[in-house]
T-cell receptor, first 114, second 113 residues
Framework: DGGITQSPKYLFRKEGQNVTLSCEQN?????MYWYRQDPGQGLRLIYY???????QKGDIAEGYSVSREKKESFPLTVTSAQKNPTAFYLC?????????????FGPGTRLTVL | GENVEQHPSTLSVQEGDSAVIKCTYS??????FPWYKQELGKRPQLIID?????GEKKDQRIAVTLNKTAKHFSLHITETQPEDSAVYFC????????????FGKGTHLIIQP
């Protein structure tokens, strides 16, 4: 299951603190994505990036920020403005060209706010 | 934006029987429809996908059908096995748009021995 990695696997945060989740891929994919998953819910799109130094808000971007300084990396910062940050966070990547945009997922980071 | 509805939320079938999961979508511009399988605590993994220029696609025991006019697509699993137990998600997006997937809320498939 190599190719796209996330760290840490588990993360605990106190209220009022910002935390940054790491996502790295060596698949040479152009596009990268962040999703949030809550129990009993599907995945919801937070941010996505199709190219270095550019990114777009997804459906639930409030309280989150991202950067895309390198093609391989797409870190997500969960800020104190995010009211309910406890969730499972999944990063994904895909190509932009070709027959479709199959997204490959990382193993996820489980964030818990104490 | 796109909205994807998925039914049922839980599906229990006897081992060896077939399972069918259905999804509807709202955006007529969507033309890529993947299905993901997620085991407890693991990452989602693509099991099959379909593009709007085809109506059906099959891969061994798994098949997906698409009706673009009615905006619905379905996953069919035949001869179910215990290892098929998992949560299945449907999703929709615009091919080559790379603007992210919109997911259904998932179906918990339980295979009874």
């Amino acid at each position: 299951d190599g190719g796209i990695t996330q760290s840490p696997k588990y993360l605990f945060r106190k209220e009022g603190q910002n935390v940054t989740l790491s996502c790295e891929q060596n698949l040479n994919h152009d596009a990268m994505y962040w999703y949030r998953q809550d129990p009993g819910q599907g995945l919801r799109l937070i941010y996505y990036s199709q190219i270095v130094n550019d990114f777009q808000k997804g459906d639930i971007a409030e309280g989150y920020s991202v950067s895309r300084e390198k093609k391989e990396s797409f870190p997500l910062t969960v800020t104190s403005a995010q009211k309910n940050p406890t969730a499972f966070y999944l990063c994904a990547s895909s190509t932009l060209a070709g027959a479709g945009n199959e997204q490959f997922f990382g193993p996820g980071t489980r964030l818990t706010v104490l | 934006g796109e909205n994807v509805e998925q039914h049922p939320s839980t599906l229990s079938v006897q081992e060896g029987d077939s399972a069918v999961i259905k999804c509807t979508y709202s955006d007529s511009a969507s033309n890529y429809f993947p299905w993901y399988k997620q085991e407890l605590g693991k990452r989602p993994q693509l099991i099959i996908d379909i593009r709007s220029n085809v109506g059906e696609k099959k891969d061994q025991r798994i098949a997906v059908t698409l009706n673009k006019t009615a905006k619905h697509f379905s996953l069919h699993i035949t001869e179910t096995q215990p290892e098929d137990s998992a949560v299945y998600f449907c999703a929709a997006s615009r091919v080559l748009g790379a603007d992210g997937l919109t997911f259904g809320k998932g179906t918990h498939l339980i295979i009874q021995p």
